[in-house]
């Protein structure tokens, strides 16, 4: 089955660590996209990337890094700049011109 | 990037027609309006796509008007299963540097759609 998969779906980190959050695709998409939504909140736009080895800041990209070595793959590294980490992180996909595939989310929980 | 204002919850009863209306005054020349899915805790869902005037799918209408400040969202016969948070998009379709277009969209707060049996 093609479509994108994130891991794992909770995660659960100290305050002060750094967390990597996985995003992989097998859509054969050129552009990927990392998305954080807040209880209540619609989506907001942290990073996204059209091709390998370039990616652009979204919205909110502070505290945020990312890396696309890969057609396939778009990590998510949440860094402890990073004030409120606590949120759903969503990661999604799309040929050019087209709607956006979405994961199914990591709800990360930092304590 | 034009914002949109969509209400902020809505009711319906299972089998009834749902038109959820959406306002972006600020639309432009090049943006097309889309709207996505959102159940608890789960990515969004592609619903419809367009540009102007009227678009139909298997699930879903999409009424433009010719002015394009606003759309409807029209979902036929609703069921339980609707229940969910619907997102009205404009996107902003652009180049980037190595000329693939990419969907820079902008989610807002969605409407809360509660289909009760």
């Known amino acids: 089955d093609g479509g994108i998969t994130q891991s794992p779906k909770y995660l659960f980190r100290k305050e002060g660590q750094n967390v990597t959050l996985s995003c992989e695709q097998n859509l054969n998409h050129d552009a990927m996209y990392w998305y954080r939504q807040d209880p209540g909140q619609g989506l907001r736009l942290i990073y996204y990337s059209q091709i390998v080895n370039d990616f652009q800041k979204g919205d909110i990209a502070e505290g945020y890094s990312v890396s696309r070595e890969k057609k396939e793959s778009f990590p998510l590294t949440v860094t402890s700049a990073q004030k409120n980490p606590t949120a759903f992180y969503l990661c999604?996909?799309?040929?050019?011109?087209?709607?956006?595939?979405f994961g199914p989310g990591t709800r990360l929980t930092v304590t | 990037l034009a914002k949109t204002t969509q209400p902020i919850s809505m009711d319906s009863y299972e089998g009834q027609e749902v038109n959820i209306t959406c306002s972006h005054n600020n639309i432009a020349t090049n943006d097309y309006i889309t709207w996505y899915q959102q159940f608890p805790s789960q990515g969004p869902r592609f619903i419809i796509q367009g540009y102007k005037t009227k678009v139909t799918n298997e699930v879903a209408s999409l009424f433009i008007p010719a002015d394009r400040k606003s759309s409807t969202l029209s979902l036929p016969r609703v069921s339980l299963s609707d229940t969910a948070v619907y997102y009205c998009l404009v996107g902003d379709i652009f180049r980037g540097r190595y000329g693939g277009a990419t969907n820079k969209l902008i989610f807002g707060t969605g409407t809360l759609l509660a289909v009760q049996p």
């Open positions: 999604a996909s799309s040929r050019t011109e087209s709607e956006q595939y």
